[in-house]
């Protein structure tokens, strides 16, 4: 028995809508309005940087591990791989980022923005390479605060006399910085004071300091993230306002893409920890230079470009922000979220670092606090910050 045409006509109407109504469900779902497409997102993601040629140095990462070449091509193509890597989290989390507000914003940059140090880091410490971890995260701290804040002051230098940013914010973040030095000099007095006395508790009390300060700079800097994100952001706005761009991508596409870089970024950095030792001993290269310079410079890579870029802008308020805020984020965050990792997973890694990398890290704060407290710089205070980097990078190649 055949229907009617009208009420044949209304049925296909009724499926026709339930069919608009689920596809346009779906389109909310994973894209918003005004949002581009998937197309459009991961179009721009791939091919929107010259940069992401590198990605080529990925598959040869993953067959020179697997085909087991030269320790130096092994550590070469995976070093270079985690260049447009670190690029393709930070494009990730900034696309995240534009859809979410400022405070979720924020602390979506702050839980990724050293993703890949936080995965070479894991991979170290898994690995047991203890000293590598120090190293790479000590490095990554002085790098920022050295060579990017320096070569940012520097280039600001070359296009202005004299710039200006917000002191106070400079100063609160700068003073954080502090407390992060002096919690790594406390485990390293008392290391030298109880070591030298042959107490036999000695690691035992290292370890249950550095896993207790742990815990408390992780509270602190949570304290740090609500002082600058909701009740002082104030004091870390800059003076010109940045223009809104418009997103290059939806947040759920970027979120996708977060997660694939990430896992893959993990593997990229798990081969290139394994190639260190044989690295170091082939090619006579000191692990404690790889750990601290080689690592950081390529895991920052991007981050590095941005500062510089910003300062030419005149914006150093963004680019203190990206240096000191990234240095902030490793030695309150990152260091500490390590040390537990590793007692959780039977690895003891503490804050003890040796004496002279302590040393370093004080004189490099020290440095840092003396030129930003009067809220100025010019490129005489950039080559300042630059020649200490030097000298630190001469003292681990000969350490």
């Known amino acids: ?37 998937w197309i459009a997102s991961y179009k721009w993601f791939i091919f929107g940087s010259y940069l992401n040629i590198l990605l080529i140095f990925i598959p040869l990462s993953f067959l020179s591990h697997h085909l087991n070449w030269d320790a130096a091509l092994r550590f070469s193509f995976s070093f270079i791989a985690i260049v447009p890597l670190a690029k393709l989290l930070g494009d990730a989390t900034e696309q995240m980022s534009t859809k979410l507000g400022p405070t979720l914003a924020g602390l979506l940059n702050a839980s990724f923005g050293n993703a890949v140090e936080i995965i070479v880091g894991i991979a170290a410490l898994l690995q047991g390479e203890l000293r590598i971890v120090q190293t790479s995260m000590l490095g990554s701290i002085l790098s920022n605060i050295l060579l990017v804040l320096g070569c940012s002051f520097i280039a600001a230098g070359f ?7 917000q002191v106070t914010g400079a ?5 954080f910085m502090t407390l992060a030095c002096i919690t790594l000099v406390i485990p390293a007095a008392y290391h030298s004071t109880q070591a030298k006395g042959g107490d036999p508790t000695a690691e035992a009390g290292l370890l249950i300091i550095s896993r207790g300060t742990s815990i408390l700079l992780l ?26 761009e418009e997103p290059k991508m939806s947040v759920v596409a970027s979120g996708a893409a977060l997660l694939g870089v990430t896992l893959i970024t993990s593997f990229c950095a798990d081969y290139l920890v ?19 310079i080689l690592l950081p410079i390529v895991a920052n890579a991007a981050e590095h470009v941005t500062a510089v870029f910003m300062a030419l802008k005149n914006r150093m308020e963004i680019s203190i922000a990206i240096c000191v805020g990234s240095s902030i984020q490793i030695a309150a965050f990152v260091v500490p979220l390590l040390v537990i990792i590793g007692w959780t997973t039977g690895h003891q890694l503490s804050l003890f670092f040796a004496n002279f990398e302590t040393i370093v890290f004080f004189a490099a704060i020290l440095l840092v606090n003396t030129l930003i407290q009067d809220g100025r710089s010019n490129y005489l205070e950039g080559i300042m910050l630059v ?3 030097l000298v630190i990078a001469l003292s681990f190649w000969v350490a």
């Open 1 to 37: 028995m055949s229907l009617p045409p009208s009420e044949t006509t209304s049925l296909l109407a009724n499926g026709s809508s339930r069919h608009r109504s689920f596809s346009q469900r779906f389109s909310t779902l994973v894209k918003a309005e005004g949002e581009p497409s």
């Open 387 to 389: 020649t200490l980097y």
């Open 171 to 175: 100063q609160a973040s700068a003073s």
């Open 159 to 165: 296009k202005f006399k004299e710039s200006t940013f």
């Open 219 to 244: 509270g602190v800097y949570v304290a740090y993230l609500f002082f600058q994100l909701k009740t002082h952001a104030d004091l870390f706005e800059p003076e010109f306002k940045v223009e809104e």
């Open 274 to 292: 394994a190639s260190i030792e044989e690295t170091a001993q082939r090619y006579s290269i000191p692990k404690p230079f790889i750990g601290l």
